[in-house]
């Protein structure tokens, strides 16, 4: 597990890499956030979007891609 810190976008851009990495390699969504939290990382859903999150601090790390929010 990363320690994220302040908002670095190549840290962030790391992160999505292997939540996207992760999501092709679940067979369902359920399976994926587990995959993820494995990592240490969940998935919010908000108002304005998911956004990933670590645990257990819940501190946002980015907003979700679109692609994957569905």
Known sequence: MSI???QD????AQIVDLVV???AKA???REWKHRIAGY?????ETAEGDMIETLP???AVC????ELAA
């Open 57 to 59: 601090h819940r501190v």
């Open 40 to 44: 240490g990382y969940s998935i919010r």
């Open 27 to 29: 067979l369902s969504k």
């Open 9 to 12: 976008p190549f840290v962030a």
């Open 63 to 66: 907003a979700l891609p679109a």
């Open 21 to 23: 990495k992760e999501r």
């Open 4 to 6: 994220f810190v302040n």
